[in-house]
């Protein structure tokens, strides 16, 4: 059994339910190098969170949490949500990957939507969805909302210093 270690979480398969058949059927995997389904990130022996899948590429990760009515997507809460793609980010920068997503698929759902902030999107999009990444560096975030911000103020001196700040940090992360 395969287990990766991004600190200080642990991912570990778990038991694959018969209801994720036509998920997996769906699941567009041209993009990437590996798959990992059922996977349990635990902290202290203690597990934190599950996702469906786990997709990567040489720079980028992607995590999916799949729910086979829209009933049981009605049921996750935005908050969980949230809570789920900070953890996504997290483990995507232990594990050394620059970027990430982290997308909820809903069997039966009409049309793409979002909650707490994540893509939702129905289960016959998946075959075709292409992952728009994010960066995994929460300094990048930062300093990407600053950047904005001195550029409306007109200070694009400071602005150019701080893109140099970005390229330096982007490299150091290559």
């Not at 339910?17 to 203690?46: Q, T, Y």
């Not at 300093?143 to 200070?155: Q, V």
Request: charged letters at 25%; a negative charge.
């Amino acid at each position: 059994m395969i287990e990766l270690s991004s600190e200080p979480y642990v991912l570990k398969p778990r038991e694959t339910p018969l209801s994720e058949a036509d998920f997996r059927l769906h699941l567009n995997i041209g993009w990437c190098r590996g798959v990992l389904f059922n996977v349990v990130a635990m902290k202290n022996a203690i597990a934190v969170v599950e996702y469906d899948a786990l997709l990567w590429s040489d720079d980028s990760a992607m995590f999916v949490e799949y729910k086979d009515s829209v009933a049981a997507y009605k049921a996750l809460s935005s908050r969980r949500v949230q809570q789920m793609n900070s953890l996504a980010k997290n483990i995507s920068r232990g594990l050394g990957y620059k970027s990430f997503v982290f997308i909820v698929v809903v069997k039966g759902l009409e049309e793409k939507t979002s909650k707490g902030g994540v893509e939702v999107l129905p289960l016959y999009y998946l075959g075709s969805y292409q992952p728009n990444f994010i960066s995994s560096m929460a300094e990048l975030e930062y300093l990407d909302k600053m950047i904005a911000k001195y550029s409306r103020e007109g200070e694009l001196d400071f602005v150019r210093e701080l893109e140099k700040l970005r390229k330096i940090l982007e490299m150091e992360q290559s």
